[in-house]
């Protein structure tokens, strides 16, 4: 019987705790590799959300600006 998670919620709702269980199904991996591997999914998810406000007229990339700067909208 699989307990509910009750770690902490990362960007998006995605589970904590699901990343690392998830990550560690293939067997043992180092602190590095969770790290990666849980980071990497948060960068992927990051990406998305950009390149959809940005599809949506929400966020630019400003280069003048340093980065991505939300529109007027």
Request: glycine share 16%; charged share 30%; no cysteine.
């Given at each position: 019987?699989?307990?509910?998670?009750?770690?902490?919620?990362?960007?998006?709702?995605?589970?904590?705790?699901?990343?690392?269980?998830?990550?560690?199904?293939?067997?043992?991996?180092?602190?590095d590799e969770l790290v990666e591997?849980?980071?990497?999914?948060?960068?992927?998810?990051?990406?998305?959300?950009?390149?959809e406000l940005q599809d949506r007229?929400?966020?630019?990339?400003?280069?003048?600006?340093?980065?991505?700067?939300?529109?007027?909208e």
């Open positions: 019987v699989e307990e509910p998670a009750s770690g902490p919620s990362g960007p998006g709702g995605r589970d904590l705790e699901a990343g690392v269980r998830e990550a560690l199904e293939s067997g043992p991996r180092s602190w591997a849980v980071v990497g999914d948060v960068e992927d998810e990051l990406e998305a959300t950009l390149d007229n929400r966020v630019r990339y400003s280069g003048r600006e340093g980065g991505y700067v939300l529109t007027d």
